[in-house]
């Protein structure tokens, strides 16, 4: 089993869409968790943090489900910009250093 | 300010073939990071440093060595390539201390060994 889980994709929207991508991770002893973009043939970028509350940043909401292990994140109003593939990361303290592990991220496709 | 820079951008190699991949930051981070990035997976580290003159193996460190000799500066080499590192390589960077932080990523370069 994948330490980080998550849907491949592609999810194909149409502007102006809700979608929303969900994340499972293993590792109960996960202290923090991150969303993160790649635009194709790009580096990876910091989009959101996830904290336990729940979190918002414009048309972005991420929410952590400690108990299930379970990550999401909600766009609303896609816009064509967003699309790229975003990556669910989680990251734990392990043999001496804060260890990120990335899942292989979900693919968004926003179409006119 | 550059923030993580990656050379060659891209690069091909044959089989059994050396080089070096060199990775420069000037945000002054403690440590710094190589992972590769292979279709269908996510990004995977092979080694990591904590700061300068020290290195550790990641999760896939077999077939590559690194080196830091100066704070801004990682290297990694792969002594004899091998097709299985045909691969995107990432660059990142980041603070310490904190469990919430963020890593900075170079561009990456792209690899071919055939």
């Known amino acids: 089993r994948k330490e980080v889980e998550q849907d491949p994709g592609p999810f194909n929207v149409p502007e102006g869409a809700t979608v929303a991508f969900n994340c499972t991770y293993s590792?109960?002893?996960?202290?923090?968790f991150f969303w993160y973009r790649q635009d194709c043939r790009k580096e990876p970028k910091l989009l959101m943090s996830?904290?336990?509350s729940g979190n918002e940043d414009g048309r972005f909401t991420a929410q952590l489900n400690r108990a299930s292990q379970y990550i999401s994140l909600l766009i609303r109003d896609s816009k064509l910009s967003d699309s790229a593939t975003y990556l669910c990361?989680?990251?734990?303290?392990?043999?001496?250093?804060?260890?990120?592990?990335f899942g292989a991220g979900t693919r968004l496709a926003v179409h006119p | 300010n550059a923030g993580v820079t990656q050379t060659p951008k891209f690069r091909v190699l044959k089989t059994g073939q050396s080089m070096t991949l060199l990775c420069a930051q000037d945000?002054?981070?403690?440590?710094m990071y190589w992972y590769r990035q292979d279709p269908g997976m996510g990004l995977r580290l092979i080694h990591y440093?904590?700061?300068?003159?020290?290195?550790a193996k990641g999760e896939v460190p077999d077939g590559y060595n690194v080196s830091r000799l100066k704070k801004q500066n990682f290297l990694l080499g792969l002594e004899s390539a091998a097709p299985s590192q045909t691969s995107v390589y990432f660059c990142?960077?980041?603070?310490?201390?904190?469990?919430?932080?963020?890593?900075?990523f170079g561009p990456g370069t792209r690899l071919t060994v055939t």
């Open positions: 990142a960077s980041s603070y310490t201390t904190t469990e919430d932080y963020e890593q900075y």
């Open positions: 440093s904590v700061g300068e003159g020290t290195t």
């Open positions: 590792n109960s002893a996960s202290q923090s």
């Open positions: 996830v904290y336990s």
């Open positions: 945000m002054n981070h403690e440590y």
């Open positions: 990361v989680v990251n734990f303290y392990s043999g001496g250093y804060n260890k990120l592990i």
